[in-house]
């Protein structure tokens, strides 16, 4: 894969993650603001939210390399009716510019309590049909490996997935930042953070197993379909071989490394700070076993017809 055909992954990769995190933050921030108060979330999720914005445009501008001519990128979104190409960028527009209504609420808007959780719910839901666009650019006759409904289902794994471990490393890092700062009373910050980071261990956890379980069905299905499907499964199991073990291997790794840096904590002494270099290992590894896994799916594709 040449420049422009990374750049696909790094956009997928970064926008999906994007969405992920905003949901799992705006769950955590719905939950904790019964508990803690909505003046203690709406101080959490301010640098998060930055974050996320910052990632979705990294990965807008990441998709850009893959055109022949990015500065004409606008004329792409003109046959939105017709092409599932022009609504993914459309619905990554609209994404980006909830999310960045949303950010300058959040940071320069006191209250609003509402419309802040309004705006937040938007560009999730936004965020969604964003990905069903994303895999639905796939499902193509004329691609045998990738016409099927687990290229979609894969899609939202993902999202998740990555939603969920970089939000854990995210809150962990602007925690250890006000620590070293010294600028905000921490009590209750460092209890919300300790008791997120478990509950975003644990849904890692549980979507480890159905992300390994999809992924080995996949296989299944081209090795017992068609003779392109066949040829696909040839080539993910001898000329990519390395990459598809290093994609089984590395994703399980960094998730089981993070739930056992947060099982351990207490056990260990270790503040929720301290577990900023396991999580960020741990989130890197994700990362990577996710790139690894799109770029397997852009190389094992086998053309039929025109």
Known sequence: MNVREWALPVFTVLIQMSVGALLALWILRAFASIKYGKEVMDRIVRVPLLIILSTTILGMIGGHFHLSRPYLSFLAASNFRTS?????IVFTVLFFLITATLWFFQWYREGHWGLKTVLGW???MVGFVTVY??????LLPA????????????YYGSMLMLGVMALAEILIMDLRF??????EVLTEWVIIVREAIKRLALAAGVMLIPDIILNLFHLYLL?????????SYDLLIELYSPLLIARFLILPIGVVSLIISVATMKRTGKTVQELFTPA???CLLVIVGEALGRFLFYAAHIRTGI
């Not at 990738?146 to 894969?154: A, K, L, R």
């Not at 006000?178 to 600028?183: A, L, T, W």
């Open 280 to 282: 960020y290992l741990a």
């Open 122 to 124: 938007l560009a999730i």
């Open 133 to 138: 666009c994303m895999g639905h650019i796939y």
């Open 84 to 88: 599932w190409l022009s609504r993914e």
């Open 178 to 183: 006000k620590k070293v700062r010294q600028n």
């Open 143 to 154: 691609q045998v490996a990738w016409n099927t409904p687990e290229t979609i289902i894969s």
């Open 223 to 231: 090795r017992t379909g068609t003779a392109l499907a066949q040829t």
